[in-house]
Nanobody, 125 residues
Framework: QVQLEESGGGLVQAGGSLRLSCRAS????????MGWWRQASGKEREFVAA???????TIYSDSVKGRFTISRDTGKTLYLQMNSLKPEDAAVYYC???????????????????WGRGTQITVFS
């Protein structure tokens, strides 16, 4: 089991940037592939990006590809660099730890048993 906590959310103008962090306070963080998900008000939670346990392979949703970058350090922190933010990026962002092989069910929420509580991103134009 791994316990996760996001930080770095806030209010940003469209076109601006933010960097989210997700720190594991306990558990074998380095054994898990990790993902970022988001949930806008009134919508389903959607996949944003994922990175394998070695930090080498990454996958992005089409809506953020080229603007967001997922990374992880050798400690216990996951990052999401978000550039060129748009109003439609506004949501609560969650980090989550994935079980199973990296590419298997990568956009399947059920493959992520461990979640943080989320951090709110608001984008104004």
């Amino acid at each position: 089991q791994v316990q996760l906590e996001e930080s770095g959310g806030g209010l940003v103008q469209a076109g601006g940037s933010l960097r989210l962090s997700c720190r594991a306070s306990s558990g074998p963080f380095n054994m898990y592939a990790m993902g970022w998900w988001r949930q806008a008000s009134g919508k389903e939670r959607e996949f944003v990006a994922a990175i394998n346990s070695e930090g080498i392979n990454t996958i992005y949703s089409d809506s953020v590809k080229g603007r967001f970058t997922i990374s992880r350090d050798t400690g216990k922190t996951l990052y999401l660099q978000m550039n060129s933010l748009k109003p439609e990026d506004a949501a609560v962002y969650y980090c989550a730890a994935k079980v199973g092989s990296f590419y298997s069910g990568i956009t399947d929420r059920a493959q992520y048993p461990y979640w943080g509580r989320g951090t709110q991103i608001t984008v104004f134009s």
